[in-house]
């Protein structure tokens, strides 16, 4: 009975035209020897969804140029990166020095948390307000004992409007040395033979980035115009499984950081909430493509699945073979048609959507 209803289920919606949203609730199931198995299923569809005329549709690209000053701005990035560390002799420690330091912190409460040979960025944007002032001046090897008041508004709550006092011994002051912005510095990158060359490069760069930020803009745009077009409340186990699957893409992207999501730090309700607005146009546009696809008879070939199955196995460094298996195993396969079919009707989309800027 187990493998027969669902069987007879799926059968008797394809047979009806009916897409559930979600796992049809059976129930009154009723099996006996020599008569037709009967049940009742109760399912959740969605109402019919007009389109609309496509080329209604109005979205501006922004500007995509490169400065000059943006280029400098890498380059100046690409240095700081590259900066070697020197110990400074002979002078007390100043703005913008790395000074490595024995530090004891006690809280209001008595507890005490103590780093040894911890290194700390003087003028370092995670230094609490008046950190700095206390470090600069020290001499290497003097030990300084200084209470800190944390404002109301500081960002961490325990620390907000508690007063902490720190004992702190210098044990050596460094400062950045950065390289030339040369010819030299360009090849020491391994990869060009003159500054020209890397800048050339830098800027190519960028302005790839900015083409495809700028898609990326219009795209949105064009996801939240046809996500209004939606004239009914979306079923809330639609949204509450979009929320469900971007929770679970955040927590894969930790545990392959090699961060465990149990003491991260992250308020999973309030993550999970802030995600509703933008899931709800994601499942929004995504049945509106889905009736553009069916409308205009998008399809997909046997060669856009194989594109797409050769850039998963680029990306995550398989065979396609390995990642084709593994799609058809956990029943991917389907997901990967029905991404490529929308992503095929956002392109008719934007084919005739009003797109300024340009």
Not at 119 to 136: C, T
Not at 277 to 295: F, G, H, Q, W
Not at 313 to 318: I, Q, S
Not at 324 to 346: C, F, P
């Amino acid at each position: 009975t187990q493998a027969l209803v669902p069987r007879a289920v799926e059968d008797a919606l394809q047979e009806r035209g009916i897409e559930p949203v979600d796992t049809p609730d059976i129930r009154d199931v009723t099996v006996e020897e020599g008569r037709p198995l009967t049940f009742t299923a109760a399912v959740e569809t969605v109402p019919p969804i007009d389109p609309g005329d496509l080329s209604s549709i109005e979205v501006r690209r922004p500007a995509d140029a490169v400065t000059d000053e943006g280029v400098t701005q890498t380059l100046e990035g690409l240095r700081q990166r590259a900066a070697r560390s020197e110990a400074v002799e002979g002078r007390p420690v100043a703005e913008g020095d790395m000074v490595v330091v024995d530090l004891e912190r006690r809280e209001t409460d008595g507890s005490t948390d103590r780093h040894e040979a911890t290194s700390i960025q003087v003028g370092g944007p995670a230094n609490p307000p008046g950190f700095d002032a206390r470090l600069i001046g020290m001499e290497t090897g003097a030990t300084k004992t200084f209470d800190l008041p944390f404002p109301d508004a500081y960002p961490v709550p325990e620390l907000a409007g508690s007063t902490v006092t720190y004992t702190i011994t210098l044990k050596e002051i460094r400062r950045q040395v950065l390289p030339e912005l040369d010819d030299e510095f360009a090849k020491d990158l391994g990869e060009f033979d003159s500054l020209d060359a890397l800048r050339t490069r830098v800027r190519a760069d960028m302005e790839e980035e900015a083409r495809a930020s700028a898609d990326r803009d219009v795209r949105a745009q064009l996801l939240t115009q046809l996500a209004s077009r939606v004239g009914f409340t979306l079923p809330t186990s639609l949204v509450e499984r979009e929320l469900d699957r971007r929770l679970e893409e955040f927590v894969r992207q930790l545990v392959s950081q090699q961060i465990d999501p149990r003491s991260a730090g992250i308020d999973w309700p309030q993550f999970r909430e802030s995600q509703r607005e933008s899931a709800t146009i994601a499942v929004a546009s995504a049945l509106v493509l889905d009736e553009v696809a069916r409308r205009e008879a998008v399809m997909v070939s046997p060669e856009d699945v194989d594109k797409e199955i050769d850039l998963w196995a680029e990306r995550t460094g398989r065979t396609a073979a390995a990642v084709r298996a593994q799609l058809e195993k956990d029943g991917g396969m389907s997901r990967l048609y029905t991404g490529l079919r929308r992503e095929k009707a956002v392109d008719l989309a934007l084919s005739r959507a009003k797109i300024a800027g340009e």
